[in-house]
């Protein structure tokens, strides 16, 4: 195959090569265990450091509320499993969306096998949370509740300072898993005031295999992993130094004329939209207008979705049916089930997202494959 044309970056981003070149030391220069006490040791905790000054500053939180976890979801993992373990007596309640990352719903239904009351939050028909309705559920007896910043299928940003205003109002601790809007949104923790917040390095050209749980100070969070003295002993194992510089430095490129890097990516989503639109019928676009930059979810009434996906992927062009984490299942999207779709046009639906490297260019031969693909489809 000749040509490919990557839209499934919500799924992950490539590497940056400046990236690479920041991490390649620490792999073969200064390889020492960051824990170890002589020379070589002392380069790579001085890697480390500097990676977590550099996610501090941005995020605009202190040097030690900053965790270096292995991605995602176990910094999602962390967040519950340890503020569970950690909650004062009389708190056994957590309250999620159902919107959240499967890495967030399923620990969370793992805890109510374990002891705690679960409680969901609905969003609205466009994918929408309300602050308000995390009060109605009850917070007095929560030790925790959790809303994502932006949904991974729909982009839909949610309110996040009113939601940990009313946590913070009711003694109950705010997380946000930022996973799909870390790098194209200019997050600060402070002005959010949240109690926790995750992402991983690989949604915004860092590696994978790496990401943050920002644990404001004062909160209190069990280990998830224990063994060594690692993470201030909130997280044992020798410390991955080369994937902390990778992530720090991936965050620092992003921060780089953000709001023209975000423009630029919602332009090429735009021209996407519009082309579809205009040029292939029977298509609805799922979610609102206050979204990633990125991401967009089409359903193509009355096509499979699947089949249309292999198609595309014959011509080169990559999209997905929804979260990566999903794949390989044959339920439809749990997520656009919530927002109200059926069963059927939930299968009919793919995700398409873009990142700073996607062109018009690369629209146009998409949208040209996309009508072929879905004439052979549906005939």
Known sequence: MDKIVYFDNAATTPLSEEVLREMK????DFYGNANSVHTVGRQA?????MARETVADILGADFNEIYFTSGGTESNNFALRGSFLAREKGRDKLVV???EHSAVLSTASELEKQGAKLSMVKPDKNGYLLASDYEKVGLSDCFLAGMMFANNELGTI???????????????????????????TDIKVKDLGVSMLSFSGHKFGGPKGVGVLYIKNGVKVAPLITGGYQERSKRGGTSNVAGAVGLA??????RIDLEKQTANIRSVKDYFIK???SEIGGVTING???????????TFNGIDGEALLYALDLKGVCASLGAACS??????SRVLKEIGLSDIDAKSSIRFSFYKQNTTQEVDYAVEVLKQAIKKVSG
């Open 25 to 28: 030391p620490y792999l073969t």
């Open 249 to 254: 430095t991936a965050l620092k490129l992003s």
């Open 275 to 277: 082309k579809v639109l």
């Open 288 to 298: 609102g207008e206050n979204s990633l930059p990125g991401i967009v979810n089409i």
């Open 97 to 99: 969306s159902s919107i």
């Open 327 to 332: 794949a390989g299942t044959i339920e439809p």
């Open 45 to 49: 905790v001085k890697g480390l450091d």
């Open 158 to 184: 949610q309110p996040i300072k009113e939601f940990a205003k009313v946590c913070s109002n009711f003694g109950a601790l705010s997380f946000v898993d930022s996973v799909q809007a870390m790098g194209v």
